[in-house]
């Protein structure tokens, strides 16, 4: 196992509802990066966390947002949601040093919009 | 075009079979490469990262080629166990941001 948790495991919203996704990441480990997974697609970069501001973002729109804590946890949040948003959302923690950035992914949440 | 593609599959293979997975990117500038492999509902777990020189982890052979902006994955021996989606992956050196693949489907039979 790597040591990244994530909650709740599923989740259950409707169109235009907000929702709050939770990652601890591996000990030792200072950045969190969230992707969002589609049924068949490869997952896709959402944005990426180190000391506690956005480090990189992928071509999300603004009602993604998310906050790094001082424990390096992360909070993924979405407002608005719609029918598109469901998918599996994966959280993956690293270590920023010297090195190429491997990043272990916790188990996931699956969000369904209805 | 795809910043990162891969051939989906289904490769279909008996055990003991050995199969080759390749991957293209576009950005020449990529910094790192990486094999994840996926079992179904599951998170992508790391397989190994991909070194210039090439590196080999047991059965698993990964190879790059900077210059066709080319890698690959080599399993010798399948297992039924190797049966999963492998997703190729690449840092594309802006943002840190990882791009994957859409991944590849491995079936090894008995």
């Known amino acids: 196992e790597t040591g990244v948790t994530q909650s709740p495991t599923h989740l259950i919203k409707t169109r235009g509802q907000q929702v709050t996704l939770r990652c601890s990441s591996q000990?030792?480990?200072?950045?969190v990066s969230w992707y969002q997974q589609a049924l068949g697609q490869g997952p896709q970069f959402i944005f990426q966390?180190?000391?506690?501001?956005?480090?990189g973002r992928g071509n999300f729109p603004p009602r993604f947002s998310g906050l790094q804590f001082p424990n390096y946890s992360s909070e993924l949040n979405v407002n608005a949601l719609e029918l598109d948003d469901s998918a599996l959302y994966l959280c993956?923690?690293?270590?920023?040093?010297?090195?190429?950035?491997?990043?272990?992914f916790g188990p996931g949440t699956r969000l369904t919009v209805t | 075009r795809k910043e990162v593609e891969q051939d989906p599959g289904p490769f279909n293979v008996p055990e003991g079979a050995t199969v080759a997975f390749n991957c293209t990117y576009s950005?020449?500038?990529?910094?790192?490469f990486f094999w994840y492999r996926q079992d179904c509902r599951k998170e992508p777990k790391l397989l190994m990262s991909?070194?210039?020189s090439g590196n080999e982890d047991g059965r698993f052979t990964a190879q790059l080629n900077r210059a066709s902006q080319y890698i690959s994955l080599l399993i010798r021996d399948s297992k039924l166990s190797d049966s999963a989606t492998y997703l190729c992956?690449?840092?594309?050196?802006?943002?840190?941001?990882?791009?994957f693949g859409a991944g590849t489907i491995l079936r090894v039979k008995s």
């Open positions: 993956a923690s690293s270590f920023q040093g010297a090195g190429p950035d491997e990043q272990y």
């Open positions: 000990s030792g480990h200072n950045t």
């Open positions: 966390y180190y000391r506690e501001e956005e480090n």
């Open positions: 950005n020449s500038a990529s910094q790192s």
């Open positions: 991909v070194y210039s």
């Open positions: 992956v690449v840092n594309m050196g802006y943002g840190n941001k990882l791009v």
